[in-house]
């Protein structure tokens, strides 16, 4: 995996999980792990020669944020590691993963949830059909709900798709299609 970039809706979904986050890591992530990697190192904090290559990159409250995933790859003396979390939260603002989400996030998802996509309404009958114009529109739609990756993989599939229609139809996936005073799902009207 190495760095991977991720929404905080994907954060959410990570209720299995265990990691500790540093907020406000701007610059590069690969020069974050390492960083990360030498400081553990020298404190005694990773155990039997193991580092972290693995992470997941994501945004909130205007940071860059780094999740530093805890799994069957690195050992860690949990013990100094929450001593230097402690000692190193004025510069890290470091925390885990199972403190972050339920505190910044409004807590992990339900099972449920998780498969379950949020559709937001966006309104794009008797706007311009060009299927470019209703993309764009849908695409910001998304990316105002907080569902950048959802709109980056519509876009590559309209833009793959073979028709009109289908493209459409791809649209109604990802957005509850409206106007004024009707709603559209998946292309189909519904009666209100």
């Keep these: 995996m190495a760095i991977k970039n991720i929404t905080t809706n994907e954060l959410r979904k990570m209720n299995d999980k265990e990691g500790i986050i540093l907020q406000g890591c701007g610059g590069d992530p690969q020069g974050w792990i390492d960083g990360v ?7 005694g904090i990773l155990l039997d020669d193991t580092k972290f290559t693995d992470a997941y990159v994501f945004d909130n409250d205007n940071l860059t944020c780094m999740l530093f995933p805890f799994d069957n790859k690195v050992h860690l003396n949990t013990s100094k590691l929450a001593m230097w979390r402690l000692q190193m939260y004025p510069i890290f603002a470091g925390t885990w993963l199972s403190d972050y989400v339920p505190n910044k996030l409004g807590g992990f998802l339900a099972e449920e949830e998780q498969h ?3 559709k937001p309404d966006c309104k794009l009958i008797g706007e311009d059909g060009n299927i470019f ?4 529109i849908a695409s910001k739609t998304l990316k105002q709900n ?5 709109a980056k993989e519509m876009c590559s599939r309209i833009t793959s798709s073979g028709s009109y229609c289908e493209a459409l139809n791809i649209i109604g996936e990802y957005v509850n299609i409206t106007g004024d005073d009707e709603e559209y799902t998946d292309g189909f009207e519904q009666s209100m």
């Design 37 to 43: 990697n030498e400081m553990f190192k020298e404190g």
């Design 116 to 118: 379950q996509r949020e």
């Design 133 to 136: 114009n209703l993309m764009g």
């Design 146 to 150: 907080g569902m950048a990756d959802e």
